[in-house]
T-cell receptor
Framework: NAGVTQTPKFQVLKTGQSMTLQCAQDMNHEYMSWYRQDPGMGLRLIHYSVGAGITDQGEVPNGYNVSRSTTEDFPLRLLSAAPSQTSVYFC?????????????FGPGTRLTVT | GNSVTQMEGPVTLSEEAFLTINCTYTATGYPSLFWYVQYPGEGLQLLLKATKADDKGSNKGFEATYRKETTSFHLEKGSVQVSDSAVYFCALPSGGSYIPTFGRGTSLIVHP
């Protein structure tokens, strides 16, 4: 049981490049989400999914796309990287049990856009 | 939607000191409340939770009581250790879904 895995751990992009951050979980969780963490800003929700084929926007969705074709995988795509997207990105998964939800986080991807 | 406000850090303490990190919330109804901890270079992990008013969550010597009268969920520990140095996040469900919303985090630094 690997939990939530993220690849890559580190990435450097040039402005305008695109890339996909990978996230996978092996716990059969319904919910998956992407956050970005910036100094002094805490965690901000980018996109989330409540099941395969269903995604929705969070607080800061602009510049990012997601899809959820399987329960296990939830990739995050940066369409045209900008320096403002330099951040640490966390993927998380959770289940719903009578409304009580605990998030399981991956180790993060540190992205630098130059 | 629901939201949380945490005290700003960093909080700097000596080993064995008493810790309080304040968290207040705004919510519709009485949602579950959570504290998460992030150790350096890692993702967040659940520290403790409380599912209803007056519940006390506890783990690893940390405690927090769900107080609906003061809409608070303060984190406490009687004697901190250097290994407790981390960033602590208060969280609750966002209201529109089961996806939580997090406070800005409070950094704790414990000196020997």
């Amino acid at each position: 049981n690997a939990g939530v895995t993220q690849t890559p751990k580190f990435q450097v992009l040039k402005t305008g490049q695109s890339m996909t951050l990978q996230c996978a979980q092996d716990m059969n969780h319904e919910y998956m989400s992407w956050y970005r963490q910036d100094p002094g800003m805490g965690l901000r929700l980018i996109h989330y999914s409540v099941g395969a084929g269903i995604t929705d926007q969070g607080e800061v969705p602009n510049g990012y796309n997601v899809s959820r074709s399987t329960t296990e995988d939830f990739p995050l795509r940066l369409l045209s990287a900008a320096p403002s997207q330099t951040s640490v990105y966390f993927c998380a998964s959770s289940y719903s049990e009578t409304g009580v939800t605990e998030q399981y986080f991956g180790p993060g991807t540190r992205l630098t856009v130059t | 939607g629901n939201s949380v406000t945490q005290m700003e850090g960093p909080v700097t303490l000596s080993e064995e000191a008493f810790l309080t990190i304040n968290c207040t919330y705004t919510a519709t109804g009485y949602p579950s409340l959570f504290w998460y901890v992030q150790y350096p270079g890692e993702g967040l992990q659940l520290l403790l939770k409380a599912t209803k008013a007056d519940d006390k969550g506890s783990n690893k010597g940390f405690e927090a009581t769900y107080r609906k009268e003061t809409t608070s969920f303060h984190l406490e520990k009687g004697s901190v250790q250097v290994s407790d140095s981390a960033v602590y996040f208060c969280a609750l469900p966002s209201g529109g879904s089961y996806i939580p919303t997090f406070g800005r985090g409070t950094s704790l630094i414990v000196h020997p």
